[in-house]
């Protein structure tokens, strides 16, 4: 007996697109609405995935009966009454980082999902990339004994959304972006949480107890003015947070710097240590292996965030990569890094 589909709707079509793209590859699901306020866009993504439905209201579409979930990438500071409104009407959640833009409506937003009975998952996609799975797997075994640090970074040069980015194109393309009210965080809360939750989900997301930061807003300043743009949040981010168990992560992203790119996270353990991309674990006094995704996966599942979401809502028993709650916790030391920056002093957790 075949199993009844899956329907799925999606908010937003600049990246939410990748979204349609991503629940198109699994199997069982189909896109049945898509809702955004440009209706043209909607219906051109209607017409591509074979969505029946098309709205410019999210809450109408929320209200279909039909729907099981729905997926949300829109500007920041609406997930929060976007998730509330699709949890109050029956729908699992799958919601694009960051969760929200404050401690307060990301907590209000997991407590809903369990009131409701229902799944909200936040896409983090950098946990679900092979590399990452890979050094978790490692991890998990032990091999590198006791993490104990972990750092990650994210150099961009000329990396600004909508700055420097195509006005049309599907990356950073909303002057949001640039808004605190509606963004929350600069390069913090855009690439900053993508770095530090990886870091912090390989090292098992020990509790945070501290919190000290930096934030910067200097290279790109007189580009926005000179072109009539905010200038509100940060383009570069730098902090450290210390865990209960003594282990700390150091985390630097930037938009706009002078210096190489890079993108880089690395673990350091008593036995030994990894970086992920690209995955490599480090062992033994002298050794340095690289390690093969292909010949060296050890049989692990390569789940993308959109299936393992589906998987989570059809099996409500299996342990979700993302959950609402861990991501609680990250909101808390995102804002607790950008208060840090305010006071000049470190932040309690």
Known sequence: ???KPLRVGVVGTGFGRYH???FSQVPGVEILAICDLNKAEAQQFAAKYGAKHVFTSAK???AMDELDAVSIAVPNALHAPMTLDALKSGKHVLIEKPMTITPGNAQKMADAAKKAGKLLMVEQALRFRPEAQLV????????FGNVYYGRSTWYRRKGWPHLHMPPDGTLGRG???LQKRLAGFGALGDIGVHLLDLAWYLMGTPKPVSVSGQLFRHVAVPELKAKGLPAEVEEMAAGIIKFKGGQAIMVEVSWDTYTKPAMECFLMGDKGGASVFPAKVFRGNDIDETVDIETHYN???IETAFSHFIDCIRDRRKKCIAPADENVTLIKMLDALARSARSGKEVRL
């Open 136 to 143: 978790k797997a490692y991890a998990q075994r032990g091999e």
């Open 60 to 62: 109408r579409m929320f």
């Open 299 to 301: 049989g692990l599942p």
């Open 175 to 177: 002057v949001w972006f």
């Open 20 to 22: 349609m793209d991503g």
């Open 1 to 3: 007996m075949t199993a």
